[in-house]
């Protein structure tokens, strides 16, 4: 399964507010077998998340949205999800309902806006908020919060599966251009991926659908390169 995760919010473009509901949506994605093939950060424009959200729904299995949800004048996330499926934005009585059921709230305590959804949406209750979520064909629109967003995405974390990939870190004291052979070595020998990333040691990142194969290449691998020691 491949999905898009697209962020929306000026203030993440801005710098203000540090995107971690991007890096959290990555880790469980990637957990549950799925490749995250795109992380894209919009702003609050409708244009922009309506071109974006298009665009990935046509390349790719899912696509998680979080960001812009609610009734204030910035929150215009399910009005541009709804422009790139064509459809209307409208008043959802399962919304309503839930909202009046767990929440305490009735129709008219809620500022106007609150509860319009993309036209034939299924509705995504909001555990720790009010603004509810929605599924517009394989769009699944979460809030902001990442209290919100995360209790919501546990709601429907069993839609997103794939293969699960086995991950292995070796760690090195060596520099990253010296290693070059070594991984080229390590992936013709064993069905494995290799990423590196340098920091004040080197991490080896081996990555594959069969564990035995990871663990052969780790063993490989930590037997050729100078170790690091914290």
């Known amino acids: 399964m491949q999905v898009a995760v697209v962020t929306v919010g000026d203030e993440l473009l801005a710098g ?5 509901n991007a890096a959290w949506l990555c880790e469980e994605l990637t957990a549950r077998g799925v490749s995250v093939e795109r992380v894209t950060t919009v702003p609050d424009r409708v244009a922009d998340i309506a071109r974006v959200v298009n665009e990935y729904h046509a390349e790719y299995d899912a696509v998680v949205v979080t960001g812009g949800l609610g009734p ?5 996330t399910m009005e541009a999800v709804a422009a790139a499926f064509g459809r209307s934005l409208e008043r959802n009585a399962d919304a309503e309902e839930w909202l009046e059921a767990n929440g305490g709230y009735s129709a008219a305590d809620l500022v106007e806006g609150t509860t319009d959804l993309p036209a034939g949406s299924r509705m995504l209750p909001n555990d720790e908020g009010v603004a509810p979520g929605a599924v517009v064909g394989s769009v699944y629109v979460l809030p902001g919060v990442p209290g919100e967003m995360k209790a919501m995405f546990a709601r429907v974390a069993d839609e997103f599966a794939g ?4 991950v292995r870190f070796v760690h090195t004291s060596e520099p990253e251009s010296s290693l070059i052979e070594r991984f080229e ?3 013709s020998e064993f069905d494995v991926t290799v990423g590196s990333y340098p920091g004040d040691h080197v991490r080896i990142k081996l990555a594959g659908a069969d564990e035995e194969a990871v663990e052969s290449a780790a063993a490989w691998l930590e ?4 170790l690091y020691e914290e």
């Open 16 to 20: 203000d507010t540090v995107n971690t």
């Open 72 to 76: 204030t004048h910035d929150d215009v």
């Open 163 to 166: 293969e699960r990939t086995h």
């Open 185 to 187: 070595a390590v992936q």
């Open 223 to 226: 037997a050729r390169v100078d």
